[in-house]
C-alpha cells in the first residue's frame, strides 16, 4: 500500500510565501492603477477586486484606520495631497 507523507513545517512554509507574494503582487498592480482610479475603476473596485478585501475586511481595515489616526499612530490620509485614495 503507498502511503502519503505531509510536511506541515515545509508546506505551510510554501503556502506562507504564496500568500505573500499574492499579496505584494496585488499591492503593485493597485499601485500601478492609481492613475485610473476615478478615470475608470473606483477605490472600491480596486479593494474588492484586486486586493480581493471583503465587505467585511474593508468595513475593519477602514475603522483600524480611524484608530489609528486618531491615536497620532498615521496621518491622516484625506489630509494628504489626494492620489485617489490608494
Not at 503582487?25 to 492613475?35: F, K, Q, V, Y
Not at 478615470?39 to 480611524?66: C, G
Amino acid at each position: 500500500m503507498d502511503s502519503v507523507t505531509y510536511d506541515f513545517i515545509q508546506d505551510g512554509h510554501f503556502a506562507e510565501l504564496k500568500q505573500t507574494e499574492m499579496l505584494r503582487e496585488r499591492i503593485a498592480l493597485a499601485g500601478e492603477m492609481r492613475e485610473y482610479i476615478g478615470k475608470f475603476f473606483s477605490v472600491d473596485y480596486v479593494r474588492k477586486n484586486i486586493l480581493k478585501q471583503n465587505a467585511r475586511e474593508i468595513e475593519d481595515m477602514d475603522k483600524q484606520i480611524r484608530k489609528e489616526v486618531d491615536d497620532g499612530i498615521i496621518a491622516d490620509p484625506s489630509a494628504q495631497t489626494s492620489d485617489n485614495d490608494l
